[in-house]
């Protein structure tokens, strides 16, 4: 809500680290706990935002759909997504 042109960023979320594998541990990890803890939103976004700035929009999409039309920040990364469409 502060940054509503956040979506339109242009970054690779990989590129903040000097070793991309470690980035993609990262990930896996929170890939997992997304898995295991269904009901946690904040790591549910987290792990949509990730997917959206790394190039991964369908996954993004599942992960911001999953958090349902009263998330304002998934939605609003949905609208971004449907736009590449």
Excluded at 4 to 32: I, S
Excluded at 53 to 74: I, M, N, S
Aim: without cysteine; hydrophobic residues 40%.
């Amino acid at each position: 809500r502060l940054n509503p042109d956040l979506a339109q960023v242009q970054m690779n979320r990989r590129d903040f680290y000097g070793d991309g594998r470690v980035f993609d541990e990262q990930l896996q990890r929170l890939e997992l706990w997304v898995k295991t803890s269904p009901d946690d939103a904040a790591a549910r976004f987290l792990l949509g935002y990730n997917y959206f700035f790394t190039q991964h929009p369908g996954k993004a999409a599942v992960q911001f759909a999953l958090l349902g039309r009263g998330d304002a920040e998934a939605q609003l990364f949905l609208r971004e997504i449907r736009k590449l469409e």
